[in-house]
């Protein structure tokens, strides 16, 4: 079981860019399908984007397509979220999160077995 680890969180003007990054360890990283979720205070826990084993097939949330990019490199065990014209209401806690399930991609919040410890994304107006 790999364990996920964020960063690259902080403070960001309304317009600019950010990437998050989280870094997985263990051997079988390739093995799961990676997502990033973000939760706002009083809000629930809401999907942001994922991408399957390969890196090949990708799927982002409405609110944030056209904006956000998730991407993946296996080979260091590592999965990115580029965030580019970002808005207050993007103000969150990001969280990586990782799942073993039988799908090519998938979007759900309790589909998701394995989380990181979250990292603050704060953009201000």
């Known amino acids: 079981q790999v364990q996920l680890v964020e960063s690259g969180g902080g403070l960001v003007q309304a317009g600019g860019s950010l990437r998050v990054s989280c870094a997985a360890s263990g051997r079988t990283f390739s093995s799961y399908i990676m997502g990033w979720f973000r939760q706002a205070p009083g809000k629930e826990r809401e999907f942001v984007a994922a991408v399957d084993r390969s890196g090949a097939i990708k799927s982002h949330a409405e609110s944030v397509k056209d904006r956000f990019s998730i991407s993946r490199d296996n080979a260091n065990n590592t999965v990115y979220l580029q965030m580019s014209s970002l808005k207050p209401e993007d103000t969150a806690v990001y969280y990586c999160?990782?799942?073993?399930?039988?799908?090519?991609?998938?979007?759900?919040?309790?589909?998701?077995?394995?989380w990181g410890q979250g990292t603050q994304v704060t953009v201000s107006s």
């Open positions: 999160a990782a799942t073993s399930a039988a799908y090519h991609i998938i979007n759900r919040v309790t589909a998701f077995e394995i």
